[in-house]
Structures are given as structure tokens and as C-alpha cells.
């Protein structure tokens, strides 16, 4: 198995299946402003059964999106051993990885994929994860600034909804008062998922920061220990605890800037281009 290929199309489903529940969520908040503008019993009606549907979809999704997450950080570091000290994949786990993932994208992967001119140990990792982590902490940088700016776009949006309900909402039925005040708590739960993964990034960024400039540290050192090159790998592995994939549209805007930056910040390595995630 082309672990990379592999990890990469994981987070790929993953990111997908994220923003197939976003936009359910938009679907049903759609569906909310609709309602609000057209009053009538039946519509009050649809709209309850559509926000109970979406919310059961919205949860599998999430749920989904998370396991190929896991996966995919489960590759991830499969990989970063596999290249950095050599340490093949035990059979029994490469048999439980060919049950979970079933296709591999068939898209060229860059070999090699990490930069690092290093021979294969304890340096290697240490140089390949401060390359996964400067890639990274970019990309979630940029992810929650944007994050961010799409959460207080959402919140703006829930104000105007407010409004809206409280201009047409004389005259209604319990039904239909009931459906409208819906309204608030699932526009609430819209923008606080977009808050919510803002955060996570700029987490995640933070995160990266300190491991990049762990690696540094060790990278000064004449022959940093296999422990410090693990402990590192570990710490960038635990950054993404919890975290939602980095967005893919913002890599490729930034990819081919930071592997300027890369090979010119960064001399050792070789390789025209960097390592995603």
C-alpha cells in the first residue's frame, strides 16, 4: 500500500464528508428563513420533519468524517516512520489498513515525498516532522483567520434572522411559532461549528509552531536520540487530536509559496517540493 497516496485520499473523504454536514446545516437553515417568510401550517410541518432528518445526517456525517480522519493520521504516521527511520509496516497492521481502505487515489505522489537529504534514522524524522509541521501550521493559520471570518459572517446572519422572525411573526399558529424559534438554535449550532473549527485551527497552528521550533533544537544537536525524534513525532501527531482536516482548496493556494520559503529557509533539503500534512 502507497501509504501517502493513501493517507491523503482519507483526508480528502474526510474534508468531504465535513462539508456535505456543513451544508446540510445551511440546507435546514434555509429551509428555517423560507419558512419564516412564508407562514402556513404545512410549511411548519416540513420544516419540523427536514431539521429532525438533517440533525440525524448531520451526526453521521460528523461521525464519518472523523473516522477517516483517524485513519488518515494513522497513515500519517506510518509513513513519517516508514520514511524516517525505516520501520516497515507489521503484517497484522497492514492487513487491518487493507480492511479499512479499500481504494487508494490513483494520483502521482512526489517521491520523494519528504524533503529531508538525510540518511534514514533519528535526524531524518526529527527534519521530516519540522517539514509536516512548517506545511501545517501555515495551512491551519490560514484556516482559522478564514474560519473565523466565516463564523462572524453566519453570526450576522442569525441577528438578521432574528429580526426577521420578530417582523413576521405576528399572526402564527403554536406550530408555526414553535418551527421559527427553532430558528435560533439551529442557526446557533451552524455558527458555532464554524467558531468551533476556527479555534481548532489556530490550535493546531499553535501547536505546530512549538513542535517546529522543538525540531530546530534538536536539529543544532550532533546526533539527537531516537526518544527526541519519537517525542517529537508524537507531539505533531497529538496537534491534530481532535482537529478537522485542513482544508484542501487552502494547500493548494499555498503549497507551491511555502516550498520556496522551504528550500531556501532550509538547505537541506533536496527535493523540489514539500510534504502536505
Not at 503484517?91 to 494520483?107: F, Y
Not at 471570518?149 to 413576521?168: F, K, R, W
Not at 499555498?254 to 517540493?273: D, G, K, N, V
Request: glycine share 4%.
Amino acid at each position: 500500500m502507497n501509504l501517502v497516496a493513501a493517507m491523503r485520499g482519507q483526508y480528502r473523504r474526510s474534508e468531504t464528508l465535513l462539508w456535505r454536514g456543513i451544508c446540510t446545516k445551511a440546507t435546514i437553515y434555509g429551509a428555517t428563513l423560507l419558512n419564516a417568510v412564508w407562514s402556513s401550517k404545512s410549511a411548519a410541518i416540513v420544516f419540523l420533519i427536514v431539521a429532525c432528518v438533517g440533525q440525524v445526517l448531520v451526526l453521521v456525517l460528523r461521525s464519518a468524517s472523523h473516522a477517516r480522519v483517524e485513519l488518515a493520521e494513522r497513515l500519517r504516521r506510518l509513513a513519517m516512520l516508514q520514511d524516517g527511520v525505516g520501520r516497515d509496516v507489521p503484517p497484522l497492521e497492514a492487513a487491518a489498513l487493507a480492511e479499512k481502505v479499500w481504494t487508494t487515489p490513483e494520483q502521482a505522489v512526489a517521491s520523494p515525498y519528504y524533503t529531508s537529504s538525510f540518511q534514514q534514522g533519528p535526524r531524518r524524522l526529527i527534519d521530516i516532522t519540522a517539514e509536516c509541521a512548517f506545511y501545517s501550521g501555515s495551512i491551519a493559520n490560514a484556516a482559522w483567520r478564514t474560519f473565523l471570518g466565516i463564523s462572524i459572517v453566519a453570526s450576522s446572519a442569525l441577528i438578521l434572522s432574528l429580526i426577521l422572525v420578530t417582523l413576521v411573526g405576528t399572526a402564527q399558529t403554536r406550530l408555526e411559532v414553535v418551527a421559527k424559534a427553532a430558528l435560533v438554535g439551529i442557526t446557533f449550532w451552524m455558527t458555532e461549528d464554524f467558531l468551533e473549527m476556527s479555534l481548532k485551527y489556530r490550535s493546531l497552528g499553535v501547536s505546530c509552531e512549538r513542535v517546529l521550533q522543538e525540531c530546530s533544537r534538536l536539529l543544532e544537536q550532533q546526533s539527537p536520540s531516537a526518544e527526541d525524534a519519537y517525542f517529537t513525532l508524537h507531539e505533531y501527531n497529538s496537534a491534530f487530536s481532535n482537529a478537522p482536516p485542513l482544508p484542501s482548496r487552502i494547500y493548494r493556494r499555498r503549497s507551491r509559496r511555502l516550498a520556496e520559503i522551504w528550500r531556501e529557509t532550509h538547505p537541506r533539503t533536496t527535493a523540489a517540493r514539500g510534504a502536505q500534512l
